[in-house]
């Protein structure tokens, strides 16, 4: 194993802490399962709940919102205090919360749920994830440590889609997916598996870790550190790019209903091209971090932006009503490939942090920072699609998911244009960077 290792490129640090980056990756996929599998189970949570669209789009708000106010004060607190204890008490809070949600809650309740899970899964859970990944691995070998990082995630996320499908349907039984009292029954079903698995996946993480130096701790930042980190232009060209490609990945739960409502693509169809999409995750997480070392991770970044924009451009101009085998191809071909070029870019943008100088000493705090900014889609995203979709204006036409789709190709357009603003700070502070390195 450590032959072939070496002979793919995979030695140093990387070598040695390859493992743990994957516990970690598991550990990135499994927390998000209960605030996220709402989306993959939309229908039936809308009819489990009794939710409208703007409800359940205001629930992703109200997640989004708490994690952003979390991200920065967790990505200090990350630069502080051992990654192993931070990762179990977020893995474990997270799961208490799945349990609670088996309670017949009242819609306020739920709102005040997943705010806890904003603040549980995401306050210093993510740059501790981030911090670690860094520091596990050598400074030319960046790419790679996050390429495994997200192409682990994305194995985890493949396996628990296929077990999550036979959870919700041992949940169902006899009862019936159409029927209310089988959704109801599947969705316990699917809540119960994820509460159980995120704690044991927790305890998991404190027994098996390592206390090591590496892993936990580097020396404490301090206030004039994070003035520091608030005043790179690196960090704030990070935060803005990222912001741009997770705006697709937040819209990424929206091209499957849009292909159902006008492509013709069946709901079950639909299922399955959602789940289809996941197994392509790792190759293009590992593959786009080995590439990004070798190209440079902003001239990938670029590329895999015009991807993108021209995937989702493709789509909607793709005839509607029609419900033709080739029209249904082409969205799955198109839809697969930019899910792809997004993916490369999810795991390159962290890379960015090691290119563009930021001190490692600072990872958690400059991580944090970038989340604050560069997941703000969660905030208003849903609320956005909900709004758009669910009026009576755009219900049954195609001007919500239109004018959403068109927001998007503008996202991915700046995310383009400040990968090239990204290029030419590298040039002009050549001499800074390297002195840094």
């Known amino acids: 194993m450590e032959k072939f290792l070496a002979k793919i490129g995979i030695k140093g640090k990387l070598r040695k802490n390859l493992a743990a980056i994957l516990i970690i990756a598991c550990s990135g996929m499994i ?6 599998f709402r989306l993959d189970y939309y229908d039936a949570y809308v009819a489990t709940y009794n939710l409208t669209d703007v409800q359940m789009g205001l629930l992703g708000s109200v997640y989004g919102v708490f994690g952003m106010v979390s991200y920065l004060f967790g990505g200090i607190l990350a630069d502080k205090v051992a990654t192993r204890t931070l990762l179990t008490l977020s893995m474990i809070g997270t799961g208490l919360g799945g349990f609670i949600h088996l309670l017949p809650l009242p819609y306020p309740a739920l709102v005040a749920l997943y705010g806890f899970w904003g603040f ?9 994830c981030v911090k670690a990944t860094r520091m596990m691995s050598d400074k030319d070998d960046q790419g790679k440590a ?17 077990l999550v499908v036979f959870v919700f349907r041992l949940g169902v039984g006899k009862l019936g997916e159409d029927t209310l009292e089988g959704q109801v029954a599947g969705m316990k079903a699917i809540i119960i598996f994820y509460s159980v698995l995120t704690v044991l996946f927790g305890i998991f993480i404190f027994i098996k870790m390592d206390k090591t130096e590496t892993m936990e701790k580097s020396d404490r930042v301090s ?20 912001f741009c490609n997770y705006m697709y990945c937040v819209s990424l739960y929206y091209f499957v209903p849009y292909s159902t409502a006008f492509l013709g693509l069946s709901i079950s169809g639909g299922a399955v091209v959602a789940a289809l999409k996941k197994y392509t995750a790792p190759v293009s997480n590992i593959g786009g971090g080995f590439l990004g070392d070798k190209m440079g991770t902003s001239n990938l970044l670029f590329t895999s932006f015009i991807g993108m924009i021209i ?14 085998p080739l029209i249904i191809g082409l969205f799955v071909v198109l839809y697969i490939a930019s899910y792809m070029f997004f993916q490369v870019n999810y795991s390159l ?9 930021v ?15 560069g997941y703000l889609p969660d905030v208003f995203v849903s609320l956005l699609f909900g709004s758009l979709v669910g009026s009576d204006e755009a219900a049954g036409s195609m001007g919500g998911y239109r004018t959403f789709f068109i927001i998007l190709v503008a996202a991915l357009a700046v995310g383009a244009i400040f990968t090239l603003i990204w290029k030419r700070y590298l040039k002009t502070h050549k001499k800074e960077i390297e002195a840094k390195a």
């Open 311 to 324: 995937g989702t451009v493709l789509i909607l101009v793709l005839p509607t009503g029609s419900a033709k």
């Open 359 to 373: 001190p490692e000493k600072v990872s958690g705090t400059a991580s944090g920072f970038i989340s604050t900014i």
């Open 223 to 242: 206030f004039k550190d994070i003035r520091q980190v608030i005043k790179m232009p690196a960090v704030w060209i990070i935060a803005i790019v990222t």
């Open 146 to 162: 996050f390429g495994f990082f997200e192409g682990g995630r994305g194995i985890c996320s493949a396996i628990l889609t296929m």
């Open 31 to 36: 927390i998000y399962g209960l605030p996220y």
């Open 349 to 357: 943008t962290w890379a960015m942090m090691e290119e563009g100088a």
């Open 120 to 128: 549980s899964s995401l306050f210093a859970f993510w740059p501790a």
